[in-house]
């Protein structure tokens, strides 16, 4: 009888101890009000500088704003916000994000990085703890709004993101108008659909190109690409960002675009953006 005994406590305490998990994770999603995946079948479509800009433009709204980095293999989100040299700081039981600015909280494996020419080899279920854990024991506090910036494809990290922030965790999907972006954003459509996660919509960026002297913007690229998918698979357009030289120079340098150059068409397309993301949740 004794030995049924510790049989039975040895088999409770993996179950216990994953509750214990999942009760963490659910308190603190319950503590963020809107959860925004950035994602996108391509890579190169300027995915971060979107989903950094768009965290960025939101805060700047005075709403309270988390900015997650998921991506695991090329983690650019800190350079992207001059933050590479920050560390956060870590307790026992919790994580700190670091600060940028008064309302915006970030977070990326980048900041754990001893070295950046250090490569990252994980496989799939170390990839999913990671996210996890960065979802469970960061301290993220109480949110308007956590952004997620997911690497480019259909693999475990949005995967991993869309399926442990549950099915209110909503996508944003990035593509350029070349029909060689568009045939892959075309299966992240279908990637979120078979996870039964809500999309937001699909916003084209690089749509046209910005003339330095005139500020009138020209299609050097095939335009009106994004639009069409959205026609075709039935989810919301966003809109169109139009090419800046300016936006990669700022990627590049470290600040953020939409607060330096606030006039620009591009920065004038984000700040809509965020206005019309933040406009749909009201109430």
């Known amino acids: 009888m004794q030995d049924l005994k510790m049989a039975s406590s040895c088999a409770c305490g993996p179950d216990k101890d994953q509750q214990d998990k999942e009760a963490k994770l659910k308190n603190k999603l319950g503590r963020i009000k809107n959860k925004i995946v950035v994602m ?45 040299t920050e560390r956060p700081h870590i307790e026992k039981d919790y994580i700190e994000p670091v600060p940028w600015g008064r309302n915006l909280w970030v977070m990326s494996l980048g900041f754990m990085l001893p070295d950046n020419r250090e490569a990252v080899i994980w496989r799939g279920p170390v990839k999913m703890g990671l996210i996890r854990q960065f ?20 693999g475990d990290e949005p995967m991993s993101a869309l ?27 279908t990637f979120c659909r078979e996870l039964d996660a809500p999309i937001l919509g699909i916003l084209e960026n690089m749509g046209g190109y910005t003339c330095p002297k005139c500020n009138e913007i020209l299609n050097i690229f095939n335009s009106g690409g994004g639009e069409g998918l959205s026609s075709e698979m039935d989810v919301p357009f966003l809109g169109r960002i139009p090419l800046d030289p300016e936006v990669v120079r700022s990627g590049d340098e470290g600040y953020i675009y939409v607060k330096t150059h606030p006039e620009s068409p591009a920065a004038q397309a984000l700040l809509k953006l965020a206005e019309q993301i933040s406009a749909s949740h009201k109430g």
């Not at 805060?59 to 590479?84: A, E, F, N, T």
């Not at 993220?140 to 997911?150: E, R, T």
């Open 40 to 84: 996108s079948g391509k890579g190169g479509v300027g995915k971060s500088t979107v989903a950094a800009n768009l965290a960025a433009a939101l805060s700047m709204q005075g709403l309270k704003v988390g900015l997650l980095d998921v991506d695991v293999h090329g983690p650019s989100i800190p350079r992207l916000l001059s933050l590479s």
């Open 135 to 154: 979802l469970q024991d960061v301290a993220w506090g109480d949110l308007d709004y956590l952004i997620v910036d997911c690497p480019p494809g259909t």
């Open 163 to 189: 399926q442990l922030m549950g099915n209110d965790a909503e996508a944003i999907i990035v593509t350029t108008p070349q029909a060689v972006a568009i045939d892959d954003v075309r299966r992240s459509v």
